[in-house]
């Protein structure tokens, strides 16, 4: 941008801003020590924010098999950077009100943002190693300098009418009357917002030139957005079927992918679209018109044959092989080595952090240690090996019973232990109910084809951020004792630890 632009911009009073809840958010955004704690502070200052967090972790983006139900369980999903770029998309979607004199169509330029969003994410899912979140937050954000530009000019875009379904018109008529387009408003605002550089840099290099170069000399998620940016017309266009042929073409220049993943990708975008307009009170118009993308995307790509072969260059498989080691050694200094659940060591710093987090918000946490019945029998009957066996099938019974959010790890030995972030003392019988029985209906088969049925004893504690409880230690005394306690009543059952009667058995029926 050249001085007389960047003056112009400067000296508009009415450019768009983040209201306080954003602020607070692109803070923390830029912390690298934010908690998950913080982050519940400043979402849950406003209610619609975390309504709209809580729906979004319950839409098909996010599909699980049980509802998130608090606040709580939605940060543990979308983890602390996701949570926090999902609550800047929602926030900063409310930065700009429409400015009647002007031409611009908000409610278009928003369906197209939203539409960039989606096919950003779908992009980063084959060529990105960018969390999704992220890519949804920066496809959102990427023509936010078209808002700056109409406030600052309000004429600008006022004879486009219906040209506005293009976004190449909108570069046009920037370049024309400005000498400059709106990625680099956009990025030059964003930064005035203080919006981290990583999401700067590949909003400001969205409009990337249409040549193979291209695909060698431009970070991958840079290559997302500006994919994204040139697939987003299909969305709003009038002549479906020519945007769809054009974006394809155009894309391919930058962003080489099999025939089938362009239909993939346009009918996840088609068919996640509705709610998620819905979710930003965008009006879709028609909605059969999704239905219309997603068919003639199909004959298109059909009658093409677009190319099916996608070269992996060596740099790439290297860099690939050295993440994989990456992740191999981290997986290796948080799992246990037989049974891949987590080990004693990340347990402890799980149980530190939940137990902080329970008395500080007041959130439940429950614990339930687990001790293998008569394991050394086991050991001294077949063999060190079958025991083996049997911690293996214990870790994928455990696994398959609890849910994604439980943290199962393997304590030593023949001892585990569950931890049930967001579930109270109900929640937590129940989870002791289901273990004892799941553990008596699914008996281990070694591989020689004998079948051992493996009873549990089963212990819990529960907090609920009760001042008595000095530290996670004293979490810990009080399951291990309740298991104690179930082991002394008798074994295959569980017992739960209450403070007035120290522990309750629970006998269930064989």
């Given amino acids: 941008m050249d001085d007389k632009l960047l003056t112009l911009l400067r000296g508009c009073t009415n450019l768009p801003s983040p209201p306080a809840v954003a602020t607070r958010i692109i803070e923390l955004s830029s912390c ?26 319950n839409s098909p983006l996010y ?54 969003a989606l096919l950003c994410q779908e992009f980063g899912q084959r060529i990105s190693n960018e969390s999704k979140d992220s890519l949804f937050l920066i496809g959102l954000l990427q023509d936010i300098g078209i808002i700056a530009l109409d406030k600052a000019v309000p004429t600008l875009y006022s004879n486009l009418d219906e040209n506005q379904t293009s976004h190449a018109i909108f570069c046009e008529q920037e370049v024309e009357v400005l000498g400059a387009d709106h990625s680099k408003v956009g ?26 170069d291209t695909r060698n000399d431009v970070d991958d998620t840079s290559r997302c957005v500006a994919a994204a ?8 266009a009038d002549d479906i079927e020519s945007a769809i042929f054009n974006a394809i073409n155009n894309v391919e220049k930058i962003v080489k992918l099999e025939r089938a993943e362009y239909n993939e990708i346009i009918a996840s975008v088609s068919s996640n679209f509705a709610e998620m307009a819905n979710m930003f009170e965008i009006e879709l118009g028609d909605k059969q018109l999704l239905d219309s993308i997603l068919d003639q995307a199909k004959e298109i790509l059909i009658l093409r044959n677009l190319s099916k072969i996608r070269e992996t260059e060596s740099l790439q498989e290297k860099t690939e092989e050295l993440k994989t080691q990456t992740r191999e050694l981290e997986l290796v200094s948080r799992h246990d080595p037989l049974t891949g659940l987590y080990n004693r060591r990340h347990f402890d710093q799980c149980i530190r952090q939940e137990f902080e987090n329970s008395k500080k918000y007041e959130w439940p946490l429950g614990l339930i240690f687990i001790d293998l019945d008569h394991f050394k029998q086991v050991n001294d009957t077949h063999g060190h090996a079958a025991g083996d066996e049997i911690l293996v099938h214990t870790a994928k019974l455990l696994l398959d019973c609890m849910r994604d959010t439980d943290i199962v790890s393997r304590y030593g030995g023949e001892e585990f232990t569950v931890l049930l972030p967001g579930i109270d003392k109900e929640g937590t019988e129940i989870a002791c109910e289901r273990l004892v029985n799941w553990f008596r209906e699914n008996p281990a ?57 120290r522990v309750t058995p629970k006998m269930l029926a064989s």
């Fill in 32 to 57: 690298h020590t934010s908690t998950l704690g913080d982050v519940a502070d400043a979402v849950g200052i406003d209610p619609a924010l975390s309504a709209k967090l809580l729906r979004m972790a």
């Fill in 63 to 116: 599909a699980r098999q049980r509802k998130i139900e608090n606040l709580r369980q939605a940060i543990t999903l979308f983890g602390i950077e996701g949570t926090l770029n999902i609550a800047l998309s929602f926030s900063l979607t409310k930065s700009s009100e429409n400015n009647s004199a002007s031409g611009l169509d908000y409610n278009m330029y928003w369906k197209r943002s939203l539409a960039s």
């Fill in 229 to 236: 940016c040139l697939m987003a017309d299909i969305f709003v």
């Fill in 445 to 501: 088969r070694l591989q020689n084809g004998e079948v051992i049925k493996q009873t549990i004893s089963a212990g819990a504690a529960i907090c609920f951020g009760e001042k008595f409880y000095r530290d996670w230690s004293q979490l810990i005394r009080n399951a291990d004792e309740a298991v104690y306690h179930a082991k002394e009543n008798g074994r295959d059952q569980y017992c739960i630890f209450d403070l007035e009667q």
């Fill in 187 to 212: 990025a030059w605002l964003l930064s005035e917002w203080h919006i981290p550089e990583a999401i700067l840099n590949p909003i400001s290099n969205s409009h990337l030139p249409l040549n193979e």
